[in-house]
């Protein structure tokens, strides 16, 4: 009987957590690094780590197998939904910037005669996902 007591107090516990409360207030949640167009638009070939570390900031994200790609993740929630959200990723030969990927692409990869690299977080990766 104990036991059984025990277990129906913790069911019902557990409950509460998926009983939204109204009026109660939710912070806005903010992690990752901040990107901006106007950061990204700074960035050119052929830039030193140093140089892409001091324009952007420490990333967020450094592979540990592969020391060439800095990752920036950004994600804003406000309470359970989240309002925003971004990528950018930057790899290196060497020391040498060579490729500048995600959501915010500087004029030089975005002018390229090359078509800059999609991802399925954007509509041209959704497309190219889906033929």
Known sequence: MRIA???????????????????????????????????????????????????????????????????????KRNGPDVLDESRLSVRFDGDTLVEVSGDYLPPAWRDADTPAPTTSDTPEGQAAAQD
Request: negative net charge; proline residues 6%; glycine residues 10%.
């Open 5 to 75: 007591c025990i277990a129906l107090l913790a069911t019902c516990l557990a409950g509460c957590g998926f009983i939204g409360f109204p009026g109660v207030y939710r912070i806005d949640v903010e992690q990752g690094n901040i990107v901006t167009q106007d950061m990204a638009d700074q960035l050119k070939p052929g830039m030193s780590r140093r140089q892409v570390r001091f324009i952007l900031g420490t990333p967020l994200v450094e592979d540990t197998f592969n020391q060439d790609r800095w990752d920036y993740p950004y994600v």
